[in-house]
């Protein structure tokens, strides 16, 4: 029997934070899991390191489902992102080593490619609407063919997913400081306080999006996150608002700890709703999904236990017509974006996946395989997930601490971000 003999937790910070783990076994077979919580980072290592690791050394690698099924149920305390995190990133390492061994893309073993290429949405973003025209005209040459719209709101200093409101004093921008691209986590000993006014939002958003569909016309997928600040009344009005615009999606319209604030929203709006970035487990989306309460699964494939968990939730949607929209911001390291892309082509059940490049040293730390072709995404061909970790390139920078930002209202009122 092959065994797992090694189980190292890298931590490296290129352009931002990322944690992987990587397996080896006695055969010289290697796999690779990403293991990156944003701002939380060192918990997952240290949960990893310490707990984890010496219950892997020893074990048959082959055996995925037990293992996830060992280290879920044999915690005893379940769920939470720190402990989902690191299931996750055992799963993707032992989901790559076993299509590395079989020799065969990873897609291939999930059940084979359903389709040629994914529909994937970048980030455009702006200051106000000459900025973010710009930007929507710099992803469409860049042959993203659906669009994330995000925009500074009158009297707002700043705001979420507006690139070029720099926060920090060194930028971690994804693409090395480049003006479009949004990396919420600020280098630094304290998170970066962020100002928000729910009303002046909702009286601005609507009027950025006729202007966009007067500029850009009616075909092309508009998407817009409202990251959890509104409430339920709040966030249907702002469905209703936007129905005129055909959103693809309306996303994280308000927090859904609380899954049946969604039956209020759903009563008011036929704007399709996505949800779930910040969940980890299927329970998260219990009500959701038999109620029918969103249209697209937000997880992403790292923090949601892995690729095992996340294919179970997916086809669980499918029997209620959800689809995927798998989370792929920077925080998510080309291991967790392959894995991603993986259980992208496999499903039948995809609806786009987001997609943000990463900046120039992450991408020398991790070489990576997945290719566009005609504005699709397709994962490459390469055994595993297809990514390889450079450890002598990624031991060139160490962590640095860094923090999700914070919000608080005119008042002093701490806020969701
Ligand atoms: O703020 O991943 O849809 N994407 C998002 C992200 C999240 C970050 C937090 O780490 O909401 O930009
Ligand atoms: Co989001």
Not at 211 to 237: C, K, Q, S, W, Y
Not at 392 to 403: F, H, I, N, S
């Amino acid at each position: 029997m092959t065994t797992i003999e090694s189980a190292e937790v890298i931590v490296t910070s290129p352009d931002r934070n990322f944690v992987t783990l990587r397996l080896t076994t006695d055969e010289g077979l290697v796999g690779l899991g990403d293991a990156t919580l944003n701002g939380r980072e060192l918990a997952v290592v240290s949960y990893l390191r310490d707990h984890v690791v010496p219950l892997l050394l020893g074990r048959d690698p082959h055996r995925i489902e037990d293992t996830w099924q060992f280290l879920y149920r044999g915690a005893y305390w379940r769920r939470g992102p720190v402990t989902m995190a690191a299931i996750a990133a055992v799963d993707v390492a032992l989901w790559d080593l076993k299509a590395r061994a079989a020799g065969m893309p990873l897609y291939q073993l999930l059940g084979g490619a359903s389709r040629t290429g994914l529909l994937a949405y970048g980030h455009a973003s702006g200051r106000d609407l000459p900025e973010l025209f710009d930007s929507i005209r710099d992803h469409l040459d860049q042959g993203y063919r659906a669009i994330r719209i995000q925009t500074g709101v009158p009297g707002l200093q700043t705001i979420y997913g507006v690139a070029s409101n720099a926060r920090s004093a060194e930028p971690t921008g994804a693409a090395g400081g480049g003006r479009y691209d949004y990396e919420p986590a600020g280098r630094g000993a304290q998170p970066q306080e962020e100002d928000w006014d729910t009303r002046a939002y909702l009286r601005h958003l609507p009027g950025v999006f006729e202007a966009v569909r007067g500029e850009f016309g009616p075909e092309l997928p508009l998407l817009h996150d409202g990251h959890h600040r509104m409430t339920p009344i709040e966030a249907a009005r702002l469905g209703k608002a936007l129905e005129p615009y055909d959103l693809f999606w309306l996303e994280d319209c308000t927090p859904a700890e609380n899954q049946q604030g969604l039956r209020l929203v759903r009563q008011h709006t036929t704007t399709p709703l996505a949800i779930g970035e910040v969940f980890n487990t299927v329970w998260d989306y219990q009500t959701l999904i038999t109620e029918q309460l969103i249209d697209y699964v937000r997880s992403a494939v790292t923090h949601t236990g892995g690729i095992t968990a996340l294919r179970k939730i997916l086809d669980f949607a499918a029997q209620y017509q959800i689809k995927s929209g798998i989370h792929g911001p920077t925080d998510i390291s080309p291991v967790g974006m392959a894995a991603a892309l993986h259980l992208d082509l496999a499903i039948h059940n995809f609806g786009i996946q987001e997609y943000m490049k990463h900046g120039a040293k992450t991408d020398q730390v991790f070489q990576q395989s997945f290719r566009w072709e005609d504005g699709l995404l397709h994962p490459g061909d390469q055994p595993g997930l297809g990514v390889e970790l450079d450890v002598d390139e990624a031991g060139q920078y160490p962590y640095v601490q860094a923090y999700l930002p914070y919000n608080r209202l005119a008042d002093g009122t701490v806020h969701d971000w």
